[in-house]
């Protein structure tokens, strides 16, 4: 049989006290008695006699008809006999799965095994594939103690005054994930930056160098390239023709080195070094061999001037693009 | 029998500099993206010339689902049960219909995609690599002496031409250096600005 909606408390309460009564007026209550003593054993060592089956008993006992813990005190039991007569609902447990009373297994059993479950669990975190229980339970002490004193001075294994290793266990990933995407922003910040600065200097060496090659171009009729090998015969007054070269040059130091100071300043190559898959190469082979982490600066200094040494390419390169384009002749 | 294939410098200069910048443009649309536009294009001018009975059949069958799941949303189950069935029937048929035609129209889009990725290689990459092979000894263009230092010139001279010689190898390079920075210069304004993160310290209650 199977339930097509999910049962409200009230009903779950009043299912389990039909069962119950129906159970009770069933007699062998007895039997249930001793077998809940015994803790489901197939050896009946336990001779009581329910108070159910007592007929000159009015008083019902408690132990056989409610779910209380084996090892609890007389105090819920008292509570429960002066209650019991005037108000049958207060006995009842909190809700519960009505499988949980098909089984022979006993509430106490459960509640007794559960911190063992949790001990098991730690254990088989801690102690590994060889499921050691010796190694696993010191590490468990010792992750406890590291938790006690985390918590500012609880004692190991406190419960409900110190933080509770769920606690912690909950917290560590969602801080590292805080952590994460704090540097996750950083370095999208640090790039953004770089590149601010980049985009500042390629305008300002562009415009440098389209001001000096069009100036050149336009007053030395000689300043210019062709498809043909002649005018590598030509000769040329070199006054004129060293002027170009002067203001380039110039040009290219002042910028370089200005956007050298400021990267050194705002650690600009930073950003282009830690992406750079030298430096990737490098931490991974770093795992291996330790002793290459010795490299590290050095390597971090070259890509620093082969970023510098880039810039001056990247402006040669627009010398020789202009000179290809007006190169028709 | 090749003359035809002797270019002049400069207009092998001009193609590769056209090549290099249409490569670029490619990089920067995306692949992605131009196969999409090239199918919407084929869908709308296939249906218009009816060039397969795919797409129309396809539009048709998509309205008349929509008009049927119209249709159905306006009368109640309950009262018109027979109607909302028959209703129900044909849009689940029409569903399994339309199905069959989106694998035949998307086999088609998987041969336009292959068709524009076929026609962005003989565009872009065989022709570099055609002229690579084919002028790797033809001089571009020659620089004018004593403009630039001859130790310069002999780096661009690289990998066996004369001094002040330009080549394709080189002029490749230089495109390449300057689209890219052309690009940067043209796209960096359009990047959203990112703001200095800052980090928030969690203060952590101890219960006494």
């Known amino acids: ?329 | 029998m090749l003359d035809w294939i002797d270019l002049h410098p400069y207009t092998l200069l001009i193609i590769t500099f056209i090549i290099l910048v249409s490569q670029e443009i490619i990089g920067f649309i995306g692949k992605n993206q131009l196969q999409e536009f090239v199918w919407l294009v084929y869908v709308k001018v296939g249906t218009q010339l009816s060039l397969s009975d795919s797409f129309k059949l396809y539009s048709t069958k998509v309205s008349e689902i929509q008009r049927l799941n119209k249709e159905k949303r306006l009368i109640s189950a309950q009262d018109e049960y027979a109607k909302w069935t028959k209703l129900n029937r044909q849009v689940d048929k029409l569903t399994g219909e339309i199905a069959q035609l989106k694998d035949e129209l998307s086999k088609n889009k998987s041969s336009i995609n292959s068709l524009v990725n076929l026609f962005i290689t003989l565009l872009t990459t065989v022709p570099l690599w055609f002229f690579r092979v084919w002028f790797r000894k033809s001089a571009l263009f020659y620089l004018p002496p004593h403009y630039l230092p001859h130790t310069l010139e002999w780096i661009l001279a690289i990998p066996f031409f004369p001094v002040g010689t330009i080549g394709l190898t080189v002029w490749i390079f230089a495109v390449k250096q300057v689209i890219s920075s052309l690009v940067f210069l043209l796209t960096f304004p359009f990047e959203q600005p990112t703001s200095k993160p800052v980090k928030v310290e969690k203060v952590v209650e101890v219960k006494n």
């Not at chain 1, 199977?2 to 039909?18: D, H, I, Q, T, V």
């Open chain 1, 1 to 329: 049989m199977s339930e097509s909606k999910p049962l409200s408390a009230e009903e779950k309460k009043r299912l389990l006290r039909e069962r119950r009564a129906a159970k009770m007026a069933g007699g062998k209550a007895t039997n249930r008695l001793n077998t809940i003593l015994t803790q489901g054993s197939s050896v009946k060592s336990s001779s009581v006699t329910s108070v159910l089956d007592k007929e000159d008993s009015p008083s019902p006992s408690p132990s056989g008809t409610t779910g209380t813990t084996v090892g609890s005190d007389d105090l819920p039991t008292a509570t429960t006999t002066a209650l019991d007569i005037h108000n049958n609902h207060d006995d009842d447990p909190d809700i519960q799965d009505i499988s949980a009373f098909s089984s022979p297994s006993p509430d106490p059993e459960k509640l007794l095994n559960s911190t063992q479950d949790i001990d098991d669990m730690f254990t088989k975190i801690f102690s590994g594939a060889d499921g050691a229980t010796g190694p696993g339970e010191d590490q468990f002490a010792q992750m406890m103690k590291m938790f006690g004193q985390a918590g500012a001075g609880a004692s190991a294994g406190a419960g409900a005054d110190g933080p509770s290793p769920e606690d912690f266990f909950a917290g560590t990933p969602v801080q590292n994930e805080e952590e994460h995407q704090y540097q996750r922003e950083v370095a999208a910040y640090n790039l953004y930056y770089h590149k601010q600065w980049k985009f500042r200097f390629l305008i300002i060496r562009f415009s440098f160098i389209l001001i000096n090659f069009f100036y050149h171009f336009l007053t030395i009729p000689t300043f210019k390239a062709s498809s043909y090998s002649y005018i590598r015969d030509i000769s040329y007054d070199t006054t004129t023709t060293t002027s170009f070269i002067v203001w380039f040059t110039t040009g290219e130091l002042i910028t370089i080195a200005t956007y050298f100071l400021i990267s050194m300043k705002y650690d600009l190559f930073k950003t282009t070094t830690e992406n750079s898959i030298f430096i990737k190469i490098l931490s991974f082979g770093s795992s291996f061999l330790p002793q290459l982490q010795q490299y590290r600066p050095l390597v971090v200094r070259c890509l620093s001037y082969y970023e510098l040494l880039g810039i001056f390419l990247a402006d040669l390169s627009l010398v020789v693009v202009l000179f290809g384009l007006l190169s028709i002749s």
